[in-house]
């Protein structure tokens, strides 16, 4: 995405032509391969946690990648950046971690002398934002509120499914049992280290998990604590490995695990309740062409203007509900006003003149014989 008032800021997009001028934020890297299936010669500078740096250095590499540690600006995280664009302005930017592990950010901008800030970015779930309320900085940061909020409304009309991190164990577990032993499950490279992290805290599966491969040295660059994992003396009930593996076993769906890095509506609902915006909007990626997505109605009651009092949001919630819903009562005044009308005309009507009624014809038989 890049943000319209300071184009040369892009997030979460490696451009694929390099500019000296251009600045990338990463936040995430759920779905960077996809992004990526053409490596550019010259990266653009990159903004971002040591972390996401870690692990996207890492895969640059196993790509073949002309890329390094130079090519990376590390960003401590819930710690202000001054940046200096080319025209000669300056923001103030900060990047906050929605969870413990950090491999999902958010990006903060605000002018320099503080005030309400500019943009507020989120583009994957933000699972433990009580976290980031401990911080003094991000409080003294979100205080006066938000200009315009990004979020990723993908699935903003799905409805809510609730993560039970120990009944998901539980299901997976008796899984293995029923094949005999250790199952395996097949994770995007990117993205969904917080529920792997979720699932080795269950007294389940503590111990039990096995990271393979190349998801063990991805999962191993965020620094995440990997005690939980295989431990001595514990059997391997799960296999965890990236999707593109080899290995011949059926894996566990994919879909049981009844979670993903995309928002639900209850994460879009704390992000603006919390920040109370004046203007929400979709994410919209950097390369695509179209419309920008529909902000659904119960995320625009927790914009800072909103009225449900005044005809202006009145008219806003009927714009996105069909005609066959929309029942409108009329008021007492109107009632009496059409009454009146209706009897109006009814008198009209009779003063034009007489109605003449249509003559009945009958048909007879016609001879040309007589």
């Known amino acids: 995405?890049?943000?319209?008032?300071?184009?040369?800021?892009?997030?979460?997009?490696?451009?694929?032509?390099?500019?000296?001028?251009?600045?990338?934020?990463?936040?995430?890297?759920?779905?960077?391969?996809?992004?990526?299936?053409?490596?550019?010669?010259?990266?653009?500078?990159?903004?971002?946690?040591?972390?996401?740096?870690?692990?996207?250095?890492?895969?640059?590499?196993?790509?073949?990648?002309?890329?390094?540690?130079?090519?990376?600006?590390?960003?401590?995280?819930?710690?202000?950046?001054?940046?200096?664009?080319?025209?000669?302005?300056?923001?103030?930017?900060?990047?906050?971690?929605?969870?413990?592990?950090?491999?999902?950010?958010?990006?903060?901008?605000?002018?320099?002398?503080?005030?309400?800030?500019?943009?507020?970015?989120?583009?994957?779930?933000?699972?433990?934002?009580?976290?980031l309320m401990g911080n003094l900085t991000y409080q003294e940061w979100i205080a006066q509120g938000t200009d315009e909020l990004y979020l990723n409304l993908q699935e903003a009309d799905q409805p809510f499914q609730h993560m039970d991190f120990d009944e998901v164990a539980r299901k997976i577990a008796e899984h293995a049992a029923s094949v005999g032993g250790a199952c395996v499950l097949r994770l995007p490279l990117f993205g969904y280290e917080y529920l792997v992290t979720r699932l080795a805290q269950t007294t389940t599966l503590f111990g039990h998990i096995?990271?393979?491969?190349?998801?063990?040295?991805?999962?191993?660059?965020?620094?995440?604590?990997?005690?939980?994992?295989?431990?001595?003396?514990?059997?391997?009930?799960?296999?965890?490995?990236?999707?593109?593996?080899?290995?011949?076993?059926?894996?566990?769906?994919?879909?049981?695990?009844?979670?993903?890095?995309?928002?639900?509506?209850?994460?879009?609902?704390?992000?603006?309740?919390?920040?109370?915006?004046?203007?929400?909007?979709?994410?919209?990626?950097f390369h695509t062409t179209g419309n920008v997505p529909a902000v659904p109605q119960y995320l625009k009651r927790y914009r800072l203007r909103y009225s449900p009092m005044s005809r202006a949001a009145t008219a806003e919630d009927h714009a996105n509900v069909p005609e066959t819903q929309l029942i409108q009562w009329p008021s007492t005044e109107k009632v009496c006003e059409t009454q009146q009308t209706q009897h109006t005309n009814a008198t009209t009507r009779k003063d034009t003149g007489p109605i003449l009624k249509q003559r009945k014809l009958q048909f007879v038989d016609y001879d040309d014989d007589d």
């Not at 979460?12 to 779905?31: A, C, M, N, R, W």
């Not at 996207?56 to 790509?63: K, V, W």
């Not at 295989?230 to 059997?235: D, I, L």
């Not at 979670?259 to 909007?281: A, H």
Request: glycine content about 4%; some cysteine.
């Open 210 to 285: 096995k990271l393979m491969n190349s998801y063990l040295h991805s999962y191993s660059c965020l620094g995440a604590d990997r005690r939980r994992f295989e431990q001595p003396g514990y059997a391997v009930t799960v296999k965890i490995e990236a999707v593109h593996s080899n290995d011949s076993e059926t894996p566990y769906p994919l879909e049981e695990l009844q979670w993903s890095p995309i928002p639900n509506r209850i994460n879009l609902i704390q992000l603006c309740s919390l920040l109370r915006p004046v203007y929400i909007n979709g994410i919209v990626d």
């Open 1 to 131: 995405m890049r943000f319209k008032e300071y184009p040369e800021i892009v997030v979460d997009v490696i451009p694929k032509l390099y500019e000296s001028h251009i600045k990338v934020f990463i936040t995430h890297l759920y779905g960077m391969q996809d992004k990526l299936e053409r490596l550019p010669k010259q990266f653009c500078k990159m903004y971002t946690t040591q972390p996401l740096a870690n692990q996207l250095l890492s895969y640059l590499n196993s790509r073949g990648a002309k890329v390094s540690q130079q090519d990376f600006h590390i960003v401590k995280e819930a710690q202000p950046l001054q940046l200096r664009l080319s025209d000669g302005k300056r923001l103030e930017l900060m990047l906050c971690a929605g969870n413990e592990i950090g491999n999902s950010l958010m990006l903060l901008i605000r002018k320099p002398q503080g005030g309400r800030l500019l943009f507020y970015y989120s583009a994957m779930q933000q699972d433990d934002l009580c976290r």
